[in-house]
């Protein structure tokens, strides 16, 4: 039996036979060697099984499991990570590009946090100081509800240990927005480390499921997860914090109402306002104009100033005359 890797590497698949060739490429020619991908198809009716198996058989790096049955994107998601026998776990979309050094990047830079149950990385720096930094579930929570947003991302911006996934139970699976209700979970438990940006290519298409008109009342219901979040004993924002953040999503869901009022989707506004967790109270005493700063959640010393990430410089020899 081959001995478990450093590193899983989990792509899910359904109907990608235009780029699930180039997604595995990009896994295959990482600087980082030390992983095995696990491919798991979801029932694809194109040739997408039969791109991954070729590829199965030219490198024992890779497997291919195929589903009996449809799960969906994230009943898949977790049915992957059960597979998974590497220290870290990586989501990557099989319609993606992983850049060479992603996963050499990720991977050392979590294994020298032991604090971080996981690492974060977007398509651009974060803004409040250099990166790697770390931030406890305050800050996490202060950059989403006092900041400019954090929650936002998918699962592919992340490597988890397998650990914390696994104890986290893996995604609840609530249509196109359980990445966010996931965020809302697991960054509120464990600090997370932000990583540095350009690490993937985040392919947009037809074809995704975000862009369908199921995905759009995925996304209607998420300010309510957020309301319920802000509401629960187990927020680790201080009281005045969470007040701010509370006035700031009523802001930012009555704004999101009144858009699709604007748009003459009167329907998709009513089913907002349904779901999003306010009461007629709430609504009185936190729709309010927001505040918010690109500084929120930014992790600072004693004396104010950003935290810096420990370097080194590789040790160089010494010539002895």
Request: charged share 25%; aromatic share 10%.
């Amino acid at each position: 039996m081959l001995s478990a890797p450093k590193a899983s590497v989990l792509m899910t698949a359904y109907n990608r036979e235009a780029y699930i060739a180039d997604a595995i490429e990009s896994v295959l020619g990482q600087t980082f060697d030390d992983f095995e991908l696990v491919i798991v198809d979801d029932g694809s009716s194109d040739r997408t099984v039969a791109i991954a198996q070729e590829y199965e058989r030219r490198d024992r790096r890779v497997r291919v499991v195929i589903n009996e049955r449809n799960l969906g994107d994230y009943g898949n998601r977790n049915r992957a990570a059960s597979f998974a026998r590497g220290e870290f776990l990586k989501y990557h979309d099989s319609d993606d590009l992983m850049y060479p050094h992603c996963l050499s990047i990720m991977v050392a830079a979590l294994e020298s946090v032991p604090a971080a149950g996981f690492a974060l990385s977007g398509s651009r720096a974060w803004p409040g100081g250099p990166c790697p930094m770390l931030s406890t579930p305050r800050m996490s929570f202060q950059r989403e509800f006092l900041g400019y947003g954090m929650f936002h991302l998918g699962p592919a911006c992340a490597l988890f240990r397998t650990s914390v996934l696994r104890e986290l139970g893996g995604f609840t699976d609530l249509g196109a927005a359980s990445d966010y209700v996931f965020w809302l979970r697991a960054c509120a438990r464990y600090p997370v480390l932000l990583l540095p940006g350009d690490l993937f290519w985040y392919r947009t298409h037809a074809g995704q499921e975000l862009r369908s008109a199921r995905a759009v009342r995925d996304y209607a219901r998420v300010p309510g997860h957020a309301w319920r979040a802000l509401a629960a004993p187990d927020c680790p924002l201080e009281p005045n914090e969470r007040e701010q953040a509370k006035r700031n999503q009523a802001y930012g869901t009555g704004k999101a109402i009144s858009h699709a009022v604007r748009r003459g989707r009167p329907s998709l506004a009513a089913f907002m306002l349904r779901h999003c967790g306010m009461s007629t109270g709430d609504w009185l005493v936190y729709l309010r104009p927001p505040r918010r700063s690109v500084e929120a959640g930014s992790p600072l010393d004693a004396a104010g100033q950003y935290l810096t990430p420990a370097q080194r410089s590789p040790v160089r020899a010494t010539r002895v005359s």
